[in-house]
Structure formats: structure tokens, C-alpha cells
């Protein structure tokens, strides 16, 4: 889940980040509210959950910082911020690009979605060689969940049996309520589904399923004002 503040003119007051979609803490006390003004334009990739809470907390603050989001594939926001067209981002990459500053912000927990019928739904936890005679329901190319589950399963010689390709966490979701396949997502993300489908969440055993969030800017170029005050309210994110 990244979402992305982009570039603007040399001397504006714009600014665009990317930042994600997992549970976050932005301080939105009163009396917190600041002068500072801009645009942030963001790059989103994935399933917000509370995020537009908390983004909306921060323009609570800033009243005069408007951010607008669009839609990017993970790949491209690190890529983004290095060529500039992006002032920061929130990523989940194995391998950080250099010219790039990384900063963890929060994790996350992939775990097995499946059918409440399904065999598995009564086991307290598998390991993804265990599931590997099984249908996914995935999410579609270039997404970092996709991408983090087809790397764990080629690390074991192996390769992941793809029946769909969906854009969304509900989509997969209600997919595998439908019996079509198995599901690998954030729990964090899923907790409406889990409430009203028939589906449930298994843990996972493997180590990969444990993801670190890292806010990415570039190394030794300054922001502009109104995407440096979103860097620092999403630093609050960060463990203390």
C-alpha cells in the first residue's frame, strides 16, 4: 500500500509523497494546526484501510496542504522518487535502490485467507510448502504482496498455481468466499471480510510473511515545505 507526493516547480509550495495502507498514528491534537501551504500529490498502490483517517487528521492540521492521491503499481514509487517525480514514498521492497534513504515506519502480517469449509480453516497455522498443491486467488502483477509470495515460493524450487488475478483485497476476498482458491493478504486489511464472509484467517508460519513498511526519500535533497510536513507527521508512524 504506497502512496506517492509528486514533483513540482523549482520555488512551489507543491509537493507529492507515497504512502501506504496499514494502520498509522498521526498526532491530531488541537492546536496543532500550522501556516505551511502546498499541494501534496500522491501515488496510491493498493488498499487504503484507515489511512484516509489519518490523512485526513494531517490536513486537519495543515489546513492549507491539499493532497491529492492516484494510483501507482509498487514498482514504479521508488522509482519515483529517485527521478524526482515523486518527493517521498512508503514502500515494501526487499531490495533498496541506492541514491535512496529508507526509514522503517510500521509492519504488517500476511496471512492465508480461506474458505471457513476449507480443511485448513481449523489448523492454527501452515507454511507455504504446505500449500503449494493449492489454487490462489492473487493479486495482480506487479503488487508487492504478489510479488513477496511468487519469490518465497521460487526460493523452494517451486512456483505458485494462480486461478484469478484480482485488484483488490475485497476481490480476493470474495473470491475465496466462493471457494475459487486461496488468498495471502494483510490482516490488518481484511478485518470487514473476515466479519461478514464466510472466509477466515490462518497465520503463517514463514518468515516473509512479516513485512516492514519504510518511508523512501532521496538522499541529500531537501523537500518542499508541504511534503516535508507530511514526512514528519508520518514519522510519527515509526516505532519509539
Not at 498509522?24 to 496543532?32: I, T, V
Not at 490523512?55 to 521508488?78: G, K, N, T, V, Y
Request: aromatic share 4%; charged share 20%.
Amino acid at each position: 500500500m504506497n502512496i506517492g507526493v509528486a514533483r513540482t516547480k523549482p520555488g512551489s509550495h507543491e509537493g507529492r509523497a507515497i504512502l501506504p495502507s496499514q494502520q498509522a498514528r498521526l498526532d491530531c491534537r488541537a492546536g496543532m494546526a500550522t501556516t505551511t501551504a502546498g499541494v501534496a500529490n500522491g501515488f496510491v498502490q493498493g488498499n487504503l484501510v484507515i489511512l484516509p483517517e489519518k490523512l485526513a487528521c494531517f490536513m486537519r492540521s495543515h489546513p492549507l496542504i491539499r493532497i491529492d492521491l492516484q494510483e501507482r503499481s509498487s514498482p514504479e514509487i521508488p522509482l519515483a522518487v529517485l527521478d524526482g517525480r515523486a518527493d517521498l514514498g512508503i514502500v515494501d521492497i526487499a531490495h533498496p535502490l541506492q541514491g535512496l534513504q529508507f526509514r522503517d515506519l510500521f509492519c504488517d502480517q500476511l496471512v492465508l485467507i480461506v474458505p471457513r469449509t476449507h480443511r485448513l480453516a481449523q489448523v492454527e497455522q501452515a507454511a507455504l510448502h504446505e500449500l503449494l498443491d493449492e489454487d490462489f486467488i492473487c493479486l495482480m502483477d506487479g503488487n508487492a504482496i504478489s510479488s513477496r509470495l511468487m519469490a518465497a515460493a521460487a526460493r523452494i524450487g517451486q512456483t505458485i498455481r494462480i486461478r484469478m488475478q484480482m485488484y483488490s483485497f475485497d476481490a480476493v476476498c470474495r473470491m475465496v468466499a466462493g471457494g475459487l482458491g486461496l488468498g495471502v493478504l494483510p490482516l490488518q486489511a481484511v478485518a470487514p471480510q473476515l466479519a461478514h464472509l464466510p472466509i477466515v484467517a490462518v497465520a503463517l508460519s514463514d518468515p516473509w510473511t512479516v513485512r516492514t513498511h519504510r518511508l523512501v526519500t532521496r538522499e541529500g535533497v531537501k523537500p518542499p515545505a508541504a511534503a516535508h510536513s507530511l514526512i514528519e507527521a508520518l514519522l510519527q508512524l515509526s516505532p519509539r
